[in-house]
């Protein structure tokens, strides 16, 4: 009855970790370029039972089932001890990519970069914009909804630099307008004049492609770090298959009508495993009152 109490609790305490994940997840479906998590859940181990001294004869014989052999306790069967929350896991899914036609808005469309083999198994490298924390670390973002500052420095929706090719903040300088920027899709920055022959380049935003994205950290929010700085993208031919878009936004991938039916699911199951230890709890109670009669 004991190990039904753990089961039971386990459960509760493993689709509240779940539903905490899901509940982030909702509260970004509108943050651009945000990664949704999903939360891996794991049995524990199996353990396997077996009655032990019941090979003894009695007067009505061995019990059924038992083995007459007393180095071969008869198995009973296979138990465990219900569930853990193992690990979130950032699902890289590429969002949806709307237009808004603002000069600093820029999106990333990598879904042409090949699979990789990655310690024996296909895995689908992710491309970045790397930003500088303000600790001076490297972070890598999805979200490319952009300001320029005071200090004429291109910075990110929450005040992160925008790091160029070389691994230098990206910095305006003279009076340029956001109007006048211009980013290819090779993530080029030029400033725009009535003459083309006279527009000049500013900076080259820097990219970088991780080939297992799953080995990245989440910062909190929208930001990524990895154990080992990512190496910046130089030349588009040394990672083909992504394009920057500016002038548009990745949108979140996640889904919030799922989003919620996954809560209302987790709700239900937590409801449930409820219920299971409130009987458990009236079982050990009549139990008790049963022993405390007897005495």
């Known amino acids: 009855m004991i190990r039904g109490l753990y089961s039971a609790a386990s459960g509760m305490f493993s689709l509240e970790r779940k539903q905490e994940a899901l509940a982030e997840n909702l509260a970004n479906a509108q943050t651009p370029g945000y990664k949704k998590d999903d939360t891996v859940l794991r049995s524990f181990p199996k353990l396997l039972l077996s009655r032990i001294r019941d090979f003894e004869q009695s007067k009505t014989g061995f019990a059924a089932g038992v083995s007459q052999n007393p180095a071969q306790p008869a198995r009973i069967g296979v138990l465990v001890n219900g569930v853990y929350a193992q690990e979130r896991i950032p699902n890289f899914q590429q969002g949806t990519i709307v237009q808004t036609d603002l000069p600093l808005d820029v999106a990333i469309e990598d879904s042409g970069i090949p699979l990789q083999e990655v310690n024996g198994r296909q ?173």
């Open 123 to 295: 895995v689908k490298p992710s491309a970045f914009f790397a930003v500088q924390l303000p600790d001076g670390t490297v972070g890598y973002t999805r979200n490319g909804k952009w300001d320029v500052d005071a200090n004429g420095n291109l910075v990110t929706a929450d005040g992160y630099r925008v790091l160029g090719a070389n691994g230098s903040p990206i910095q305006l300088t003279g009076e340029i307008s956001k109007e006048q920027l211009v980013i290819n899709e090779n993530g080029q920055l030029t400033v725009s004049s009535d003459d083309q022959a006279n527009r000049r380049v500013v900076g080259q935003i820097g990219i970088a492609v991780a080939q297992n994205p799953l080995e990245l950290r989440r910062l909190g929010g929208n930001v990524y770090q990895a154990a080992t700085p990512l190496p910046l993208v130089q030349n588009m031919t040394e990672y083909p298959g992504w394009t920057l878009q500016q002038g548009y936004l990745e949108q979140s991938n996640v889904d919030p009508g799922q989003t919620i039916t996954d809560m209302m699911v987790a709700l239900r199951g937590y409801e449930a495993n409820q219920k299971v230890i409130g009987v458990y709890d009236q079982s050990l109670q009549q139990l008790y009152s049963v022993g405390k009669i007897n005495g």
